[in-house]
């Protein structure tokens, strides 16, 4: 086997943010931070405990002191530090829903204060699309909203409450996800448009969070005719180079969205999605996601050192990027030392996260309303519907009111379903009970939306409760809390056991 050249590897390390399997580093990430590594990025598999993940971050920090600790936290439906429990943060979309940028500050730099106490130097988020389109599988309550001015002062306001706090922000997934229906986890989206619109609507919030001082931006694995007819944009001279580095003016480090997603793998390899990254503009390849392995690292390595010698990436633009990740390092160590240490590690619920959650909750009722009693009075029989989950959420994070509801009301019983195993009478077993409905982007599945039918026509007294995007409003009496966090379940308990008056 060829050895690569000491120099070319250790540039190529410098560029990579791989992952890893386990709740304390393997032992060949520590070899690799000393030979050259950069970065790594932590996903929910790698966190059982504030306090295990404060020492993992420093063991890593002992064989590197600068290294940049990634990890993919948007606290609301996609969290990582809180993947067991659900985040106790409301997330992006009832923050645009509230529309109170000082708000959205506040709980951008909770977090950071939080992450930086468990040693994480950088986070992927703000989620910066507009969720233009309803149908859109993937991002949904993750963006802002629909309105491209509001997404663009969030996600603003966003970048400056988390860096206020030490912690880099990085906008994705530029230039825009939020006019899809395709997941990118699973194949190639196309955006669709004339550049004007691309201008008015999915460049905004970018434009703002470079003039706000983001210090990293993810691209998205998305084909974008108006810029780019053949190339994604991940891997897009036009993209990344004429647009975000000359036309927004965006000098800090571009990270690749996780580089095995088969929108970008199932087209150009796994490595070759890689290559093509680093000399298109792209400065970092975050990999790990469902590529976690040393030998997954090192294939990326050489692939790039061997692009090097073959003259397919010049040496010079490899050499930029790993400049501008030792840049963005040393942000994150001089962010750290201006700030005092954290005197404790974080608290399990965020009392900023949940006044959030209560300000983003809304009711709607109808005439057909009367008979219906809010606040419930006993325990109730809640029936949760259960959509698919995408692999940015995770299967691992739980969801549902039917928990907090049971605090708040106790006696109150459960029942979930999913397709196609839904019952004619979802609602059987109620007893008498005041009955909750529970949806998730109730206008995106037909079966969802059958099965609430015949549960209305079974009990037309029910509260409908949807911890998704509200597109459809049904039932008598209606819930919105825009995110299915723990903060936003709890929100939604309340005011149906008569805490909080939204």
Not at 274 to 288: F, H
Not at 323 to 334: F, I, N, P, S, Y
């Amino acid at each position: 086997m060829t050895v690569p050249a000491p120099h070319l590897a250790a540039l190529a390390s410098a560029v990579l943010q791989p992952g890893f399997v386990g709740t304390t580093p393997p032992p060949w990430v520590c070899r690799w931070l000393a030979e050259g590594l950069g970065s790594v990025v932590l996903f929910a598999r790698n966190v059982v405990s504030h306090e295990q993940v404060a020492a993992l971050t420093a063991t890593l920090r002992a064989e590197r002191p600068d290294v940049i600790v990634a990890i993919d936290e948007e606290a609301g439906d996609v969290t990582r530090i809180e993947s067991r429990r659900g985040s106790s943060r409301p997330g992006n979309f009832a923050l645009g829903a509230v529309d109170d940028p000082l708000l959205t500050e506040e709980v951008a730099r909770d977090l950071g204060v939080d992450l930086a106490a468990l040693g994480v130097t950088l986070d992927y988020a703000p989620d910066a699309d507009v969720n233009s389109n309803p149908a859109n599988p993937v991002i949904g309550v993750r963006a802002f909203g629909a309105d491209p001015a509001l997404v663009a002062r969030h996600t603003a306001a966003w970048v400056r409450g988390l860096q206020s706090s030490g912690v880099a922000a990085c906008a994705k997934h530029f230039p825009g996800h939020g006019d899809t229906r395709v997941d990118s986890h699973h194949d190639l989206p196309v955006i669709g448009g004339d550049r004007d619109r691309l201008d008015d609507i999915e460049l905004a919030p970018f434009r703002a969070a470079v003039a706000a001082g983001v210090q990293a931006v993810m691209t998205g694995h998305l084909l974008v005719p108006a810029l780019d007819r053949e190339l994604p944009a991940t891997m897009s001279p036009p993209v990344l180079g004429e647009l975000l580095r000359d036309e927004l003016g965006f000098s800090g480090v571009v990270v690749t969205d996780a580089v095995e997603m088969r929108a970008v793998a199932g087209r150009y390899g796994f490595a070759g999605a890689a290559v093509r990254a680093l000399a298109a503009g792209a400065d970092a390849i975050c990999i790990g996601g469902e590529r976690a392995g040393e030998q997954d690292a090192r294939e990326l390595r050489d692939a790039i050192v061997a692009a090097v010698v073959s003259g397919e990436l010049p040496e010079e633009r490899l050499t930029e990027a790993a400049k501008r990740v030792g840049q963005l390092a040393a942000w994150t160590v001089a962010a750290r030392a201006e700030r005092p240490a954290a005197a404790a590690l974080p608290a399990d619920t965020s009392t900023v996260g949940l006044a959030a959650a209560r300000r983003a909750v809304r009711v709607t009722t109808t005439t057909a309303s009367v008979g219906v009693r809010l606040p419930l009075t006993g325990p109730a029989h809640v029936v949760e519907f259960e959509p698919p989950r995408n692999i940015a959420i995770g299967a691992e994070t739980p969801w549902g009111i039917g928990a907090p509801l049971t605090d708040l009301l106790p006696g109150t019983t459960t029942r979930r379903y999913a397709e196609p195993d839904v019952p004619v009478d979802p609602t059987a077993g109620a007893d008498g009970r005041p009955v909750v409905l529970v949806v998730r982007d109730l206008h995106r599945h037909d079966w969802m939306r059958a099965a609430l039918t015949r549960a209305l026509a079974a009990r037309p007294d029910a509260v409908v409760v949807e911890l998704g995007v509200p597109e459809l409003v049904a039932g008598p009496v209606h819930i919105a809390t825009h995110g299915a966090t723990r903060a936003c379940a709890r929100a939604a308990a309340e005011v149906l056991a008569g805490r909080l008056q939204p």
